[in-house]
């Protein structure tokens, strides 16, 4: 079985060839970050135009490298949310023209499955059920894999999630965007006891994260020393903040599989590529007695072998779209 996946999400033109669900046949992205960088973050109008420009040859690049043609793929599978609503729309209307054209099947595929799907790409022997941290710049999430399709939400950021915080403490140091790669640099010559950053917490739902708090905190810290010509030590700071979210994103993530009963953890999402996080998690998950997962490096951003993968797994539960499918910017994984 050969799917080809599409992801156009906010500012990469991803597309990729899987084979049977888990083998990787080709992989091709097309990344704006150059662009982006000199307005500190992605400007959704640029990034709608050049996913128009690119996404033609990423497409023609994956399926020459996979030595595959249209003919031979059994699906096409698409984010179709969330995301940047103009972003996923270059996406969907490409799928929709590609399947329309060959008759093949249209699946579409939630943004945050995909992420998810990307640990059984680097872990062939991992099988639902399980639970999974999902940590980007737009999420936050715990998520119960009940099966291949179907999720449930455990908990979920309140406001910004933790690459958002990330990023915003990085450019309120000076760092170029994105941040959070130049926090993690940074902290691996820094102390992280130097600062006492608070773990905010939130009513309601115990596994809900809140890092809008430990943001404003940090600005505020960096903000207050500037106006006493104060200059802190960044490297101190960033492996303070790193293991901050560390610490807040494994402690809910532990405690909710604890009280589930689940002894299969997994991450996935960009934030997954920080040192800081996956060591912890990853010592902790150990220390307990859990079954630990997450992707290599290269798969924790977007691409669109996370989307092949995922669109495999749908394909194959009947879950396909027509030519009505449209893009949706925010979409629950309990509404799929």
């Given at each position: 079985?050969?799917?080809l996946?599409?992801?156009s999400?906010c ?16 992989s ?10 000199k307005?500190?973050?992605v400007?959704?109008?640029?990034a709608?135009r050049?996913?128009?420009?690119n996404i ?7 399926l020459?490298?996979?030595g ?6 059994d ?6 949310a969330?995301?940047?609503?103009g ?9 929709k023209?590609?399947?329309?054209t060959t ?6 595929v939630?943004h945050i ?6 640990n059984y790409?680097t872990h ?5 059920p399980?639970?999974?941290?999902v ?10 894999v009940v ?6 939400v455990?908990g ?5 999630a933790?690459?958002?915080?990330f ?10 965007y994105p941040?959070?790669v130049h926090?993690d ?13 608070p ?6 739902n115990?596994?809900?994260f809140?890092?809008s708090g430990?943001?404003?905190n940090?600005i505020?810290l ?8 104060i ?8 492996a303070?903040?790193q293991?901050?979210i ?15 009963g689940?002894k299969?953890?997994?991450l996935?999402g960009?934030?997954?590529?920080n040192?800081g ?6 010592a ?6 859990f079954d630990?997962?997450?992707p ?13 993968c995922?669109?495999s797994?749908n394909y ?5 779209a027509?030519?009505?499918?449209n ?8 509404d799929?």
């Amino acid at each position: 079985m050969l799917i080809l996946g599409i992801e156009s999400s906010c500012d990469e033109t991803a597309v990729s060839v899987v084979k049977d669900c888990r083998e990787i046949k080709s992989s091709v992205i097309s990344t704006q970050i150059e662009e982006h960088k000199k307005y500190g973050g992605v400007v959704p109008e640029i990034a709608s135009r050049r996913h128009c420009e690119n996404i033609l040859d990423v497409t023609r690049q994956a399926l020459d490298t996979a030595g595959v043609t249209l003919a031979e793929l059994d699906a096409i599978a698409v984010t179709y949310a969330p995301g940047l609503i103009g972003a996923l729309l270059v996406g969907v209307s490409f799928a929709k023209g590609l399947a329309m054209t060959t008759g093949k099947p249209l699946v579409p595929v939630h943004h945050i499955a995909g992420h998810i799907a990307t640990n059984y790409l680097t872990h062939p022997q991992l099988e639902p059920p399980y639970l999974c941290l999902v940590a980007s710049g737009g999420h936050s999430h715990i998520i119960e894999v009940v099966s291949y399709t179907k999720f449930k939400v455990i908990g979920r950021t309140r406001d910004d999630a933790a690459g958002e915080c990330f990023d915003k403490c990085a450019r309120a140091m000076g760092f170029p965007y994105p941040g959070g790669v130049h926090i993690d640099n940074a902290s691996q010559t820094g102390d992280p006891s130097e600062f006492k950053l608070p773990h905010p917490k939130v009513a309601g739902n115990e596994f809900d994260f809140s890092f809008s708090g430990l943001k404003t905190n940090v600005i505020n810290l960096i903000h207050n020393s500037q106006q006493k010509n104060i200059q802190l030590n960044y490297n101190n700071l960033s492996a303070s903040i790193q293991k901050t979210i560390a610490e807040i994103l494994t402690e809910k993530t532990l405690k909710s599989a604890e009280n589930l009963g689940y002894k299969k953890i997994a991450l996935a999402g960009g934030v997954s590529a920080n040192s800081g996080v996956r060591a912890m998690m990853s010592a902790e998950c150990r220390k307990r007695g859990f079954d630990f997962y997450m992707p290599e490096k290269p798969l924790c951003g977007d691409n669109g072998a996370m989307i092949a993968c995922q669109g495999s797994y749908n394909y194959l539960a009947g879950i396909t779209a027509d030519e009505s499918l449209n893009a949706i910017a925010t979409l629950s994984m309990e509404d799929i």
